[in-house]
Structures are given as structure tokens and as C-alpha cells.
């Protein structure tokens, strides 16, 4: 016997993973959650599991990573290539076609590093920035003590 998967209404999605449901609606808009939720005519929109963690990833990386919407959409095209790929490694293939997935795959996954290591760099220059003017406000208050007493 077969379990049906549960679905999820708008509002009970935008609570498990703490956005609005206005943003769900928009993430959906710009092609971020893949395919359209199943729903009738007038009826309520329905997420699977999938779409549940799928956003949850998504919303993840963007506050992660600091990500516009455009940066949020290149990653999300990225992940989706990549789920291709893996459903064709699940699919057993032969070692000529495990081969071109894996050489499909590493420049997917050098992009999205890519994209971490440049927020990192501007994480570590804003960082420095900080020290510095920490470092800055001390030695004045050094100063203005000295000059104090």
C-alpha cells in the first residue's frame, strides 16, 4: 500500500519555515519554487514536502548569504540542474554517463562556491572595516581619558 504524501495549505507552509505567505506567493512569481502548487480552479493552494523544504533551503541561502533575488534565482536554476543530474545518477546509468553527470556537475557546484567565497571576502572586508574603527574609537577613548584626569 502506498502512503500519500501530505500537502500543505499557503499559511501553514509560511509558518513551518517563517515567511509570509506574501513571500511564497512571490517566490513562486519569479519561478523559485519550481512548479506551480497543485490546486482547482478557486481552490487553495497545496505544497508537498518537497516544496516545503525546497523554500526553507531557499530562505536559508538568502539570509545566509545576504542574496538578492536575482543571485537567488541564478543558485536556484543551479540546484535544479543539479537535481537533474542526480535523478540521472539514481537512475543507474553506465560509467560513460556516470562520467558526463559528474562532469556536468562540478562546474554547478564551482558556481555556487563561487558565490559563497565572494560573500565571504565581503563578510571578512566588512569585518576588517569594523575592527578598524573599533580599534579607532579606543585609542580616542585612550586619549580622551589621558586628557581628562
Do not use: C
Not at 500519500?4 to 523559485?32: C, D, K, S
Not at 578598524?132 to 581628562?148: H, M, N, P, T, V
Amino acid at each position: 500500500m502506498e502512503l500519500e504524501e501530505r500537502n500543505y495549505r499557503i499559511g501553514e507552509v509560511a509558518e513551518r519555515v517563517g515567511v509570509t505567505t506574501r513571500t511564497i506567493r512571490y517566490y513562486e512569481e519569479l519561478g523559485l519554487l519550481g512548479r506551480a502548487p497543485s490546486r482547482t480552479k478557486g481552490a487553495h493552494r497545496l505544497y508537498r514536502e518537497a516544496d516545503v523544504t525546497r523554500l526553507r533551503e531557499l530562505v536559508r541561502l538568502r539570509d545566509l548569504l545576504g542574496l538578492s533575488l536575482e543571485e537567488l534565482l541564478a543558485l536556484a536554476e543551479v540546484e535544479e540542474a543539479r537535481e537533474v543530474l542526480r535523478g540521472q545518477w539514481d537512475d543507474d546509468p553506465s560509467d560513460a554517463e556516470r562520467r558526463r553527470i559528474v562532469s556536468e556537475a562540478i562546474p554547478l557546484v564551482e558556481h555556487q562556491l563561487e558565490l559563497v567565497r565572494t560573500r565571504q571576502q565581503r563578510l571578512v572586508e566588512f569585518s576588517n572595516e569594523l575592527s578598524a574603527k573599533l580599534d579607532s574609537l579606543r585609542k580616542r577613548q585612550r586619549e580622551l581619558k589621558r586628557g581628562g584626569t
